[in-house]
C-alpha cells in the first residue's frame, strides 16, 4: 500500500483471524516523514483492526531511515495500560523473536477468554454520552442503565463515559474514546456493548464494522428483557411487534452484529438486494398479521371490561416506575400470591385481584407494567393495547420508590406517559413505598411535601392508612355505617 503525506488507506480485511482472543495476524509498518513517532492515528489502527503491531520509521532528510518506533495491545491489567510502546531504535537494532512474543501474547488472552468463560451471563461495557446533560443526571442515567443490564442478565465489566456537547453523529462518541473502548473491549474479552443514548441505524451500523462486537442502545436492551419476561401469548404478540418495529430500518446494515440475540437478531454479512427486500417484505407481512391480532384482543379486552364496567367493581390500577414495589405492594394487600423480584420490569403481563372492603364492598386491584424515562416509542405503541386497562381505573395508586435520589425525575416520567395515554386526567394516589429504607422522620417529611401515602408493602407499613384513603376517594360521597369502621381496621390489618 502506498500513501501519502496526509496519511495510507487501509484495506477491509474482513473478519481474517479476528476470533475472540487473537490478533489479526497483520503488521503495519509504514514510514513518518516528520519525525513524529506513533500518531494517534497509528494508536487508533492498532485498536480499531487488532493488529499485531504497528511500526512507524523515522525519513531523514538523506532518504536513509531513522528510528522507528513500534507498539501493540497489551491484555489487561492493573496500571490501565492499553498499549505497549518499545524503545524507539533503529530497525536494524531490533533484537527479539517477533514469533516468540506474539504467541507470549496471544496464550496471554486466551488464558484471560477461558476464564472469563466459566462466568455467568454475557459480559458488557456500558457507554454514556453527557449530551449536554450534568455530570449527576449521566451518574444517574449510567445507574438506571447497570440496573437493565442486571435484569437481563447481563455482566457489567466496565464503563466508560464521555463529556460532550453532544452525541458523535456518526459513531456516538468521539474518535479518541471510541479507539478507548475498542481496546478495552479487547482487553477484558467483551461481549456486548451497550450505549444509554438511543442509536440511529446509520450510528449502530458504524460501531459495530468499526468494533467487530454487538453494539446495542437502551432500546434493545429493553426489548430484550422484556422478551425474557412476557409470559402470556398477549404480551410475546407485543414484544414481537416492538421488536419487528425497531428491526425495520435496521434491515439495511451490512455486519449488523448488534442485532443478535439481545435484539432478536437477524444475521450474516453482505446480504443480496434480493435477500435484503425479501427479510424486509417478511418482516412487513409479520407486522400486519401482529397487528391484525393485537387489535382482536384489544376487543376481547374491551368486551371483558364492559362486563366488568356492567357490575360496577371499581379498579385500582398500581402504575409506577418499574422495580418501585408495585407487585409487592399488591401481594401485601390482596395476601395473593403474586411474582416479586428485586428486577427492573419483573411485571410484564398485568396481575388482577380482587380486594373487599367494609360494607361488602369489592374493588378489583391491577398490578402493570412498570414505566422508565424515554420509554421507546416502539414499546409505547406495542404495549398500548395493555395499558388501555388504566383507561377502567377508578383509581391510579400511583407507587414511588421513596428512597430513589431522583424520584421526582420518576414521578415526572410517569406522569409523561400517562399524559401520552391521556390518563392524566384519572384520580391519582401517591404512594411512597419501601420507605423501610429512609432514615428515621424522613417518610413523614417527603408524605407532607407531596401528599402522599407513606408505606413499606414488604413491611407491611402504613397499608391500613393507604387503604383508608382509597376508600375516601372511591366512595367519597358516603359514610360509613356504625360499626363499620372496626371492620374497617380490621380488613385493614388482614391486608398488612
Not at 54 to 60: D, G, K, N
Request: with cysteine; proline share 4%.
Amino acid at each position: 500500500m502506498v500513501g501519502s503525506t496526509s496519511g495510507i488507506e487501509l484495506p477491509d480485511w474482513g473478519r481474517i483471524r479476528a476470533g475472540r482472543g487473537r490478533l489479526r495476524g497483520l503488521r503495519l509498518i509504514h514510514t513518518h516523514l516528520a519525525g513524529e513517532g506513533l500518531t494517534r492515528d497509528d494508536l487508533t489502527d492498532l485498536a480499531l483492526l487488532r493488529l499485531d503491531a504497528v511500526v512507524s520509521i523515522e525519513t531523514r532528510e538523506d532518504g536513509l531511515p531513522g528510528l522507528a518506533h513500534a507498539g501493540s495491545l497489551c491484555p489487561a491489567n492493573d496500571d490501565g495500560r492499553t498499549t505497549e510502546k518499545l524503545p524507539p531504535c533503529h530497525p536494524a537494532e531490533f533484537d527479539f523473536d517477533f514469533s516468540v512474543w506474539i504467541r507470549d501474547l496471544e496464550n496471554e488472552l486466551a488464558r484471560v477468554t477461558a476464564t472469563h468463560e466459566t462466568e455467568a451471563g454475557e459480559r458488557a461495557i456500558l457507554v454514556s454520552v453527557t449530551a449536554g446533560r450534568d455530570r449527576e443526571t449521566l451518574e444517574m442515567h449510567v445507574e438506571e442503565l447497570r440496573e437493565l443490564a442486571r435484569a437481563a442478565g447481563v455482566q457489567v465489566v466496565d464503563v466508560v463515559t464521555q463529556t460532550r456537547p453532544k452525541v458523535d453523529p456518526r459513531t456516538v462518541i468521539g474518535a479518541g474514546k471510541l479507539s478507548d473502548l475498542v481496546i478495552r473491549c479487547f482487553q477484558n474479552d467483551i461481549d456486548l456493548v451497550i450505549f444509554d443514548q438511543d442509536m440511529t441505524p446509520a450510528q449502530a451500523r458504524n460501531l459495530s464494522e468499526r468494533m467487530e462486537l454487538r453494539v446495542i442502545d437502551r432500546t434493545q436492551l429493553i426489548l430484550d428483557i422484556f422478551a425474557q419476561r412476557a409470559t402470556t401469548g398477549d404480551g410475546k404478540l407485543q414484544v414481537e411487534l416492538a421488536q419487528l418495529r425497531y428491526r425495520m430500518p435496521r434491515l439495511a446494515q451490512r455486519a449488523d452484529l448488534s442485532l443478535s440475540r439481545l435484539a432478536g437478531g437477524i444475521g450474516g454479512r453482505g446480504p443480496g438486494e434480493t435477500k435484503l427486500e425479501s427479510d424486509r417484505r417478511r418482516v412487513r407481512d409479520r407486522i400486519t398479521r401482529l397487528e391484525r391480532e393485537a387489535k382482536r384482543l384489544t376487543q376481547q379486552r374491551e368486551g371483558r371490561r364492559r362486563k366488568r364496567g356492567r357490575r360496577g367493581v371499581p379498579v385500582l390500577s398500581i402504575v409506577g416506575y418499574t422495580n418501585a414495589g408495585k407487585s409487592t405492594l399488591l401481594r401485601s394487600l390482596t395476601q395473593s400470591d403474586v411474582h416479586v423480584e428485586d428486577k427492573m420490569f419483573a411485571t410484564l403481563d398485568p396481575v388482577s385481584r380482587r380486594l373487599r372492603f367494609p360494607r361488602e364492598r369489592e374493588v378489583i386491584i391491577t398490578d402493570t407494567v412498570g414505566f422508565i424515562r424515554d420509554l421507546p416509542e416502539d414499546l409505547v405503541a406495542a404495549f398500548h393495547a395493555t395499558l388501555e386497562e388504566l383507561r377502567d381505573a377508578s383509581l391510579l395508586l400511583h407507587v414511588v420508590d421513596a428512597a430513589s435520589p431522583d424520584l421526582d425525575r420518576r414521578i415526572k416520567a410517569v406522569r409523561d406517559v400517562l399524559g401520552e395515554l391521556g390518563l392524566d386526567q384519572k384520580p391519582e394516589l401517591l404512594v411512597f413505598n419501601q420507605i423501610d429504607r429512609l432514615e428515621p422522620g424522613e417518610a413523614e417529611i417527603l408524605a407532607d411535601r407531596y401528599g402522599a401515602i407513606a408505606v413499606s408493602a414488604l413491611e407491611g407499613i402504613g397499608l391500613r392508612e393507604l387503604l383508608s384513603r382509597a376508600e375516601e376517594i372511591l366512595w367519597q360521597d358516603e359514610t360509613l355505617a356504625p360499626g363499620e369502621e372496626e371492620r374497617f381496621a380490621d380488613l385493614a390489618a388482614q391486608s398488612g
